[in-house]
């Protein structure tokens, strides 16, 4: 099936859609980007993930230039085009073309990559995924940036371990983020996630309420590559992944080694209030 992009606000075959070489994007690296994905083809936390977009872009001086029905439009017709029963999106916002000085430009460029969701392998759920950590810190890690630099090497660390996460750890020794997702642990009743120099998950602040409500205490700290270590459960979450177990950290086995009910009960509800919030959202956003 074809892919269809947005390019500010006009669908067009993705083998069509360009920006200006002129773009700061391109130019400087400048840029804030977002990943959701849809559920029964409607998209799941619009305004959540809007919110967090414009607060990104704010860091380079880039007010909303966008609306969220105008994008459930574009959303709706790329669907429409091509045929994709779900969507995996990225939005990508930067200043625009550059005009004059080092960052001077005249108006924000956003893009809508959409293309078929291509959900994580059962296998990877069935039987969890290993990560590895590094020692580094991601530029602006509240935000959420197209500085990717920091966390490729990361990355590559990860694929030569066969891993399919890298956690960053700080100077001081704390375990932050993945270079891709948020990271949790579990030990005992209690659920732990670092509380600083991290992005706030928007997955992650959803399966809160779910793990409280079956249970779990949930807490935010500083965590160590030992509390990762002895952990009974480890997890990492994103819009797509949405919550996938972690077995193994630094060649290190992760409890049993097989994903823990703990991860099995919260994703199977988290996948469900999805479902239900994106229809909910879609409903009213029609009205």
Known sequence: ???????????????????????????????????????????????????????????????????????????????????????????????????????????????????????????????????????????????????????????????????HEAFYVSDEGYVSEGVTSNVLIVQGQRVMTPDRDCLPGITKAGIRPLAEGLGLTWYECRLTRDDLYTADEVWITSAVRELLPIVGVDGRTIGTGRPGRWAVAVRERYRAQCVADAARDALAAAG
């Open 1 to 163: 099936m074809p892919d269809f992009f947005a390019v500010n606000g006009h669908v067009v075959p993705a083998d069509s859609a360009s920006i200006s070489v002129l773009d700061l994007g391109f130019l400087r690296g400048v840029g804030a980007f977002e990943t959701l994905r849809t559920y029964g083809g409607h998209p799941h936390a619009v305004a959540e993930h809007l919110r967090r977009l414009w607060e990104s872009a704010a860091s380079f001086g880039v007010s909303p230039c966008f609306t969220e029905s105008a994008l459930r439009r574009c959303l709706a017709d790329i669907r429409q085009r091509s045929g994709h029963d779900e969507l995996r999106v990225n939005l990508v916002v930067t200043p625009g073309n550059h005009t004059s000085g080092v960052f001077g430009a005249d108006r924000p460029t956003w893009v809508a990559i959409a293309r078929d969701v291509h959900a994580p392998p059962d296998a990877w759920y069935r039987d969890g995924v290993t990560a590895v950590t590094f020692q580094a810190a991601r530029h602006l890690p509240t935000l959420k940036t197209t500085s990717y630099l920091s966390g490729k090497y990361g990355l590559e660390l990860a694929e030569r371990a066969g891993a």
